[in-house]
């Protein structure tokens, strides 16, 4: 019996807890489409993707260098290389790239499909099968989330729709692999060392980037890649995988459900987008469903 089956009422608190941790991280994620729109007003999407990588390796080594935390065993750097890969360079840059020709609300559908996409690569990746009931839940409320967004952008396809499924397929990954790793190490170094081993390649992306590319500093492209790189890039993925490590990857995937619906919120409130009336009737619809998941057996 594994400690998230037990029924102790200190399994109940450990299990609350890595929810919370989780949602958490996905309030953060829920930010980072109107931020990185924030960011595109100061840099262009290379340099804006490449700089924020490099500020968040910077946060994350500081805090590495400072606790004196073991570099990880041969056996991990692959799994860090994946997470790297996924979420540190490829989601960042195709959804970047995407942003450019998409609004945040179609961008959005992209976060629509990750939590089952998640939950795919997690039963693949790990050989845990949820119950048919986790299944039909995550399956009802990705279904609910994407036709919300996509009539909420007019039900047209963009030129980004490519990147947007693209970087669908890498986030899952890393988000799979990375929640595989902080079940051995925290959550912070697993993210840490991924920032950290993409380092080099997000120096040199930022000075060929930045040599190409205008910037027009402005305050609100400041902020949105300072958010980027240390609320998104950093703090949320700490808690996310910490989240993931206690509750399970594929039940901390369905949390992801409600992220497009606040992404959707932010737009509103940030970035003047309209919000569709259906948006109240969706977000009792993936309520449901998250509730669902969490109860069903993982």
Known sequence: MTAQDSATPITTIAVSGGTVLAALGVLAFSLTFPSTVWGLDSFGPWSLVAVRSVLAALVAGGFLL???VRVPERRHWAGLAVVGGGVVVGFPLLTTLALQTSTTSHAAVVVGLLPLTTAAFAALRTGRRPSRTFWAAALAGAVIVIAFTVQQSGGALHTGDLY?????????AGYTEGGRLA??????HV?????VLCLPLSLAGSLVALSVEPVHLTAKGLTGLVWVAVGSTFLGLYVWYRGMAEIGIARASQLQLAQPLLTLVWSVALLGETLSPAAPLA?????VCIAVTQRART
């Open 283 to 287: 977000a009792v619809g993936v309520l």
């Open 66 to 68: 400072a606790l004196r």
């Open 164 to 172: 947007l499924f693209g970087a669908l397929l890498v986030c899952a």
């Open 191 to 195: 993210i840490g060392w991924a920032l």
């Open 183 to 188: 079940s051995v190490m925290p959550g912070w």
